[in-house]
């Protein structure tokens, strides 16, 4: 749960500014108060934890109790569940008072913490597969809680996921789509696939073994990937966007994108005279041949007006 708390406290600059503690005199008297409260409180249970009978860890099978993985999974639901509310507020209260808030700007809070709240994400499907696994014989209201709790988890979980996808279109419709972005906003959502297959593996409705579910997952993105021509749809999203906002970074179109691009950026003046002016010849051993190379030169060849180069060179 620490842990947790950490990857998510560092990940939303709004989430940890409420646990940033006013360093107004006036607050000390009350900060004090509550730190007593806390201390009688801890206290307590440590004095009523000595006095219990101590059996030995060595001697016992790795199995937690219900009340254990109650503990465990009610915490995490409620680690999300307040980061979720903040999302929440956030996203009611505006772009302005985030801004104002964390102090980040629209961009610079969308770019943050995306990672972290991956790794979150990672992390607690780690802590559900442990307490599925090592959870011994309890009572079926027990498990009841359990199952309830895990499925709050679950969904909480999800809506992080979202937040994250959310702020990298944030961040893409501020600085536009590249590769790297397109194939993390996809790994994310594949995450959320995942997710839903522990629930029903939590609740023993999955009809395959679940690593074999999440890997069969794993392989249909990547051929979806591969079928969707992931290259156009970097070039088509990035005119679309410039149609809006009038800024098109020529030099990464026609500089990071392979042939797959080409019939894409042929569509627009600026990125096919770009193209046109990096002069070259695709090969044609057979070997070395390639279809989307011969096509892209062929679309160039008939596109690019005199002057404006032979060819785009496609290493």
Not at 52 to 77: I, N, Q
Not at 88 to 98: K, P
Request: hydrophobic share 50%; glycine share 8%.
């Amino acid at each position: 749960m620490a842990i947790l708390f950490l990857l998510l406290l560092s990940s939303d600059a709004f989430f940890a500014g409420l646990f940033t503690l006013p360093t107004s005199p006036g607050d000390l008297p009350s900060h004090v108060m509550l730190f007593l409260l806390g201390a009688v409180g801890a206290a307590i249970l440590i004095t009523r934890g000595l006095r219990a009978p101590v059996e030995s860890p060595l001697l016992l099978p790795l199995r937690l109790r219900g009340a254990e993985v109650a503990m465990l999974f009610g915490g995490t639901t409620f680690v999300y569940g307040l980061f979720v509310t903040v999302q929440v507020v956030a996203a009611l209260a505006g772009d302005a008072y985030v801004q104002q808030t964390s102090g980040l700007t629209v961009a610079e809070y969308a770019r943050s913490g995306f990672f972290q709240l991956l790794a979150a994400a990672a992390f607690t499907f780690g802590v559900l597969i442990a307490g599925k696994r090592f959870t011994g014989d309890v009572s079926s209201r027990a498990q009841r809680v359990i199952s309830m709790l895990g499925q709050a988890t679950i969904v909480l979980t999800l809506v992080t996921v979202g937040v994250a996808i959310r702020r990298l279109f944030l961040y893409e419709a501020s600085f536009g789509l590249t590769m790297l972005r397109l194939f993390t906003i996809v790994f994310a959502v594949w995450i959320g696939v995942v997710f839903l297959l522990t629930s029903a593996h939590l609740h023993d409705r999955l009809p395959v073994e679940h690593l074999t579910a999440i890997l069969t997952t794993a392989f249909v993105a990547l051929v979806a990937m591969n079928v969707a021509n992931p290259e156009a749809i970097v070039a088509e999203r990035n005119i679309e966007r410039f149609a809006g906002t009038g800024k098109l970074d020529v030099q990464y179109l026609t500089s990071e994108l392979g042939p797959d691009a080409v019939p894409v950026l042929v569509k627009n003046k600026e990125a096919l005279r770009s193209a046109c002016d990096r002069s070259g010849r695709p090969d044609n051993q057979r070997l070395h041949y390639n279809h989307s190379r011969i096509q892209a030169f062929e679309l160039l060849d008939a596109a690019c007006e005199p002057g404006w180069g032979s060819g785009w060179i496609f290493d």
